[in-house]
């Protein structure tokens, strides 16, 4: 594992090797605090493209550093994938959710005022504070995604929201999803589609210039997506079938370019090329992506896919 830097207070380090089951790892940078146990590698890495473990402490400074933008602007770009999967699930008044990576609660709030009984963890604090005011009938809590702080068989429906893949481990974390799960019960892991047939994937590759070695660069990288992989992620963590899995179309919509930057600014994966270039050069990346989708309105429109799979807690 080689050391890519080290600081008095932390060390980042690169793995040699991948999985289709990181495929989306939004360009994530791995910074271990100093004396953090690092867990092992889950079964069937392959070779070819560097892997950053990122810890919960990392994943929530990375994804908290802008939580009001992400909450006013960008999370709402997923909201018909989060009614989607609301449809799909079917849940009953006073039955209970668990929404793992629940960011600033949207996803929350909308299952809160179906009368579901709403739980949400996520790494980063301000974005918690933000959740438990969008939905105070909610419980939310500060958690990594692989030590859940919930009793075996304790919802009726988990979802994860391109979520799984910051964990340290993905299986691992699916895992700890599956055991909070109800026996029987639905675990629904969302993530980015077919990058060939989004335009947001352009958008957030303009990133890649900028994040340099600390991004993933192999074909490989769109594996969940492609020939069963969401699937074989899904048993390798434990889950059973029927499995669902399908596409969610979306558009994402802003009423301006700047609002459009200032949404994706607020991503994690801004923070960590901001980190190793400056916030002014984030910008320009992405004013520079966005540009072929300004409207003659001035507002700003896009394709984006996300791919989903709903299992069972066996």
């Known amino acids: 594992m080689p050391i890519v830097r080290q600081g008095k207070n932390r060390v980042e380090y690169s793995f040699g090797i991948t999985s289709g089951y990181s495929s989306f790892a ?4 791995a910074v271990l605090k100093m004396g953090t146990p690092c867990r092992t590698w889950w079964t069937g890495a392959r070779a070819g493209v560097h892997w950053n473990i990122v810890t919960a ?7 908290g550093w802008r939580a009001r933008d992400w909450a006013d602007v ?14 799909k699930l079917a849940l009953k008044p006073g ?7 629940c960011g600033a609660g949207m996803f929350a709030s909308m299952a809160s005022e179906r009368g579901l009984l709403v739980s949400g963890i996520d790494a980063s ?9 969008r939905a105070p009938g909610a419980h939310f809590r500060i958690s990594d995604l692989e030590d859940l702080p919930f009793p075996e068989g304790s919802f009726d429906a988990v979802t994860g929201f391109n979520a799984f893949q910051f964990a340290t481990n993905p299986v691992v ?12 019960s639905p675990v629904v892991v969302v993530i980015w589609g077919d990058q060939e047939s989004s335009d947001a994937a352009a958008v957030v590759a303009a990133l890649a210039p900028l994040l340099g070695a600390f991004r993933s660069t192999s074909p490989k990288a769109t594996a969940l997506t492609h020939g069963g992989g969401l ?18 179309d979306t558009e994402w919509r802003y009423p301006d370019l700047a609002t459009a930057v200032r949404g994706l600014n607020s991503a994690g994966s801004a923070r960590s090329a901001a980190d190793r270039t400056s916030e002014e050069a984030v910008t320009r990346a992405h004013e520079a992506a966005l540009r072929p989708y300004v409207k003659v309105d001035g507002t700003v429109r896009f394709s984006a896919v996300f791919r989903y799979i709903i299992a069972r807690a066996p």
């Open 57 to 63: 402490q990392a994943n929530g400074r990375l994804w």
């Open 173 to 184: 974390a699916l895992s700890a999803a599956k055991r909070a799960a109800k026996r029987g």
């Open 125 to 133: 604090d301000a974005l918690i504070a933000i959740a438990r005011k």
């Open 74 to 87: 960008q999370e709402g770009q997923m909201s018909a994938a989060y009614r989607s999967i609301l449809a």
């Open 95 to 101: 039955q209970s959710l668990l929404d793992i990576g």
């Open 231 to 248: 699937r074989r992620f899904a048993e390798e963590a434990g889950l059973v079938g029927p499995f669902d899995v399908g596409d969610s």
């Open 26 to 29: 939004y360009s994530a940078f």
